[in-house]
Structures are given as structure tokens and as C-alpha cells.
């Protein structure tokens, strides 16, 4: 059995090189939720990202690794509200760097509002 990023030609395994963003990461909080978007600064667990979109509720994604990786599969049913300019997270317990694919699709998910 292969990674889906994994191909295998001739019988020689290759994996696929995934293009990350030099900008965009998600980052989960602990208690404050996940967010897309850019770091600002760092300073131990306090984040702050500019043009931040907070991922409230996604599908097409197994976990926010593959969210990270291949983005969402299901943008409709996605609950993404809008993005802000700037957000400061006091509490940040993981980061994840994002593919150019998991960026456009996530930044492409329709806005969430009531």
C-alpha cells in the first residue's frame, strides 16, 4: 500500500514533492479554535497572523493535517467565516505549514455567516 503521495514506477517508489507556502500555516489553539493564515511574529505560545480566516467547521478532510496538505474536498460544506486582518492567539499548541493546493482551497471556501 502507497501514500497518496507516494507513486511507484518500474517498481521504484517516488514521492511527490508538495509545494508549501512561504506564508500560510494553520494554527490550532487551545481554545480559541484553528485559523489559517500568515505569521506575524512568534513569541513562545502567542501567535499573531495577519489576513487570518478561522476554520470553524471543515469536511473533506480527515484531520488538519490532510486540511494542511490537500485542502478540503467538500468547500460547500465548509464553515469558514471571514477573514480578518489581524488576530493574536495566546494559546497556540500547534502549527502547520500549507501546500499552495491547501491554501487555494481553503481561501477558496465560501464565506460563513448567519
Not at 69 to 98: M, Y
Amino acid at each position: 500500500m502507497t501514500c497518496p503521495n507516494e507513486i511507484e514506477v518500474n517498481g521504484e517508489m517516488y514521492t511527490k514533492k508538495q509545494t508549501v507556502s512561504d506564508k500560510c500555516v494553520i494554527i490550532r489553539t487551545y481554545s480559541a479554535g484553528v485559523f489559517l493564515g500568515e505569521i506575524v511574529s512568534r513569541t513562545g505560545k502567542e501567535v499573531v497572523l495577519k489576513n487570518a480566516r478561522r476554520l470553524w467547521y471543515w469536511d473533506g478532510a480527515a484531520s488538519l493535517s490532510q486540511l494542511a496538505v490537500d485542502g478540503t474536498s467538500n468547500p460547500g460544506n465548509c464553515k469558514f467565516p471571514c477573514e480578518v486582518a489581524e488576530i493574536t492567539l495566546l494559546e497556540t499548541i500547534e502549527i502547520l505549514s500549507c501546500t499552495d493546493k491547501a491554501v487555494e482551497s481553503i481561501r477558496g471556501v465560501p464565506i460563513w455567516k448567519k
